[in-house]
C-alpha cells in the first residue's frame, strides 16, 4: 500500500458546485496533512493544513482529517474554472532520520462552465 | 522575499552527459528538499538537508544522483552520467523548522529531458 493514496480522477464538477477530493494514508503517516494545488506546469502550492480530527475551513476551502478512518477531504465550495488544477495530498512519514512529506499521486479536478 | 529560486528552468541534454540542477531557498529556512516528479511516480522526495547537513538521501535513485549544499543560500543536484529515464520535472522546496504550519515551498522547478 502506498503511504499517501489518491483517486487521479479527472474530477470534473460544474460551476458553483462543492468539488469533494479524498485521500487516504497508512500507519506510516503521521496525523500532519496537507494539500498542495498544481497548475499544469507550475510547482505545488500549499492551500490547507489540518492537524486535528474534524474540519478545517479557510474561504471556500475545508479541509477534514478522521483519523479513525485514516481519511482526509479537501472540499471546495462554489468551485470556480479558476479551481481547475491538480490536488496533491501530502503528510509526513516518521523515520529515524526525521520525518519526511509524501505525496499522493494528486487528483485532477475540472470545473466546467 | 523573491521565494525559492531554481535554475535552469529547462534543461535538454544527451544521455551520458552531466547535468547540474541549482537551488536557492528562502532566505532563513533551515531545511531543503530536492524532489521528482514524473506523471508514473508522482512527486518523490529524493534527499533533504537541514543546517546544510544531508539528513536523509534514501529517495536519491542510484549513484549517479548526487547533491550537496555547500551553504545555506545554495544547494546542486547533480547526475552523472544522465539517463533518459531521468527526464522528470525536479522541485526544490524549503521549509522552516521542518514540519508543522510553515509547509513547504517550492521554486518552479527544473524540467529535465535526457534525449
Known amino acids: 500500500q502506498k503511504e499517501v493514496e489518491q483517486n487521479s480522477g479527472p474530477l470534473s464538477v460544474p460551476e458553483g458546485a462543492i468539488a469533494s477530493l479524498n485521500c487516504t494514508y497508512s500507519?506510516?503517516?503521521?496525523?500532519?496533512f496537507f494539500w498542495y494545488r498544481q497548475y499544469s506546469g507550475k510547482s505545488p502550492e500549499l492551500i490547507m493544513s489540518?492537524?486535528?480530527?474534524g474540519d478545517k475551513e479557510d474561504g471556500r476551502f475545508t479541509a477534514q482529517l478522521n483519523k479513525a478512518s485514516q481519511y482526509v477531504s479537501l472540499l471546495i465550495r462554489d468551485s470556480q474554472p479558476s479551481d481547475s488544477a491538480t490536488y496533491l495530498c501530502?503528510?509526513?512519514?516518521?523515520?529515524?532520520?526525521?520525518?519526511?512529506?509524501?505525496f499522493g499521486t494528486g487528483t485532477q479536478l475540472k470545473v466546467e462552465l | 522575499d523573491a521565494g525559492v529560486i531554481q535554475s535552469p528552468r529547462h534543461e535538454v541534454t544527451e544521455m551520458g552527459q552531466e547535468v547540474t540542477l541549482r537551488c536557492k531557498p528562502i532566505?532563513?529556512?533551515?531545511?531543503l528538499f530536492w524532489y521528482r516528479q514524473t506523471m508514473m511516480r508522482g512527486l518523490e522526495l529524493l534527499i533533504y538537508?537541514?543546517?546544510?547537513?544531508?539528513?536523509?538521501d534514501s529517495g536519491m535513485p542510484e549513484d549517479r544522483f548526487s547533491a550537496k549544499m555547500p551553504n545555506a543560500s545554495f544547494s546542486t543536484l547533480k547526475i552523472q552520467p544522465s539517463e533518459p529515464r531521468d527526464s522528470a520535472v525536479y522541485f526544490c522546496?524549503?521549509?522552516?523548522?521542518?514540519?508543522?504550519?510553515?509547509?513547504?515551498?517550492f521554486g518552479s522547478g527544473t524540467r529535465l529531458t535526457v534525449v
Open positions: 500507519d506510516r503517516v503521521s496525523q500532519s
Open positions: 501530502a503528510g509526513y512519514i516518521l523515520t529515524g532520520g526525521g520525518n519526511k512529506l509524501t
Open positions: 522546496a524549503s521549509s522552516l523548522q521542518g514540519q508543522g504550519a510553515y509547509g513547504y515551498t
Open positions: 532566505s532563513g529556512h533551515d531545511y
Open positions: 489540518i492537524y486535528s480530527n
Open positions: 538537508f537541514n543546517n546544510n547537513v544531508p539528513i536523509d
